[in-house]
């Protein structure tokens, strides 16, 4: 809650990204596109048709992607729950927003276009099936190239549009000050959760589960979500403590900003936990073959090893130090933290996304680094863009005085 209502933004704040932002976009723009070019070589040079390539490359922007969902949800769902704690951490979640148009630019380039040209990219199990696959030919109504790209496409533009307006209307409230853009915003964000919900849910059964034409589970919509919003704030509390190590926001992000960030990254990571486990409960006990397939090959193979990381890596040890009170409010356990879990969710979806590739063991490829870094390059360079053109807070919501003096209680 907060203890006053009058609190002010300090006159010595920096609240501008300034010089900062031209020296981001600098390094990263250029690094990143260099290592998406090394990621195109190496996939020329593993002979074995772009496959490595595509499927390392898909990886790097479910990554990425999963990042700017995670924010989209954190903006969209502020206004609904009339959440008064979070103005001075939301404007940077709408910048992380603001790259889904070049995700859906990279995604056309490096999986939708070569399809729409004829390679099978990564869903080669489906793009070119064997003759004698029923199961898959009878999902030809849905998996096909056309239809698939159009609704990836359609998901991106939900997406950037939902992101568009609210970011538009919340810079909007920053030059004239109008309280009525909250609760404008507060309606349309019931309509824009529902839009959300649905349009996630199909991207992650089209972008990851499809892959395995032959598997299905209900829950994947959900358990790839809970991975979004790790990313989410694991993202944001290291993009705010950036900030602050920059100069900017000193005084404005306090503490207990970040205890409310890590309560939310323990959240999220008990519910990714929940989810796991319910998924994999379902199927075991169901023992249906053409569900366990999908299971037998994460866990006979040395794909098993994997599996063990993120029972221990991504649920267990989180689990036990988030808990506390304590290694929420101390910055540097907290960010180690955030750190560990964006790293975690990085090789949860390589778990997902590799096996379907390699189903007889593990194999790790330089291009799978190359790829996440070179996407990543030009996420970041977009971000520090969008940042350079806006205040690094919404200076003129109406609930800004209250987070400005939250506290824990």
């Known amino acids: ?183 404008h915003l507060r309606v349309v964000s019931a309509p824009a959760v529902i839009a959300f919900a649905v349009t996630v849910c199909f991207a992650a059964f089209d972008l990851l589960m499809s892959l395995d034409p032959h598997w299905f589970s209900t829950i994947f919509g959900v358990y790839y979500f809970a991975g979004c919003q790790i990313g989410n704030y694991a993202t944001l509390i290291l993009f705010s403590m950036f900030l602050q190590r920059s100069g900017k926001l000193q005084h404005t992000i306090t503490t207990e900003h970040y205890h409310d960030l890590g309560k939310l990254l323990f959240a999220f990571v008990f519910f990714w936990s929940y989810s796991a486990f319910s998924q994999f409960m379902l199927i075991w006990y169901a023992n249906l073959p053409e569900e366990t397939v999908w299971f037998h090959v994460r866990w006979y193979t040395s794909w098993r090893d994997i599996s063990l ?54 194999s790790f490829h330089a291009m799978d680094v190359t790829a996440l870094l070179g996407v990543g390059g030009v996420f970041l360079a977009w971000c520090a863009r969008t940042a350079a053109k806006v205040n690094l807070i919404p200076v003129k919501d109406p609930n800004l005085a209250n987070s400005l003096a939250f506290e824990n209680y």
């Open 1 to 183: 809650m907060a203890s006053a209502h009058h609190a002010k933004i300090h006159p010595d704040d920096d609240i501008r990204m300034g010089a900062l932002s031209g020296r981001i976009q600098k390094v990263a723009l250029p690094v990143g596109l260099l290592l998406l070019g090394a990621t195109v070589v190496l996939g020329s040079m593993n002979g074995d048709g772009f496959q490595r390539f595509f499927s390392s490359y898909l990886l790097s922007i479910v990554y990425w992607l999963s990042i700017a969902i995670g924010a989209t949800f954190f903006i969209i769902s502020q206004p609904l729950t009339r959440s008064r704690w979070s103005p001075v951490i939301r404007r940077q979640a709408e910048i992380v927003t603001s790259t889904l148009p070049v995700l859906l630019v990279l995604a056309l380039a490096g999986i939708l276009i070569p399809m729409f040209a004829g390679a099978s990219g990564p869903y080669h199990q489906w793009v070119h099936p064997p003759a004698d696959d029923h199961l898959v030919h009878a999902k030809h109504a849905w998996l096909n190239v056309p239809f698939f790209g159009a609704r990836i496409i359609g998901y991106f533009l939900v997406w950037s549009g939902i992101t568009y307006y609210f970011f538009k209307k919340s810079v909007e409230q920053d030059a004239s000050g109008d309280a009525a853009i909250t609760e």
């Open 309 to 362: 990381v993120l029972l221990f890596g991504h649920c267990m040890f989180p689990f036990i130090f988030l808990l506390s009170r304590w290694t929420k409010r101390w910055r540097k356990p907290l960010a180690f933290f955030a750190s560990w879990m964006l790293v975690m969710h990085f090789a949860d979806l390589f778990w997902l996304i590799m096996p379907e590739l390699t189903p007889d063991g593990f």
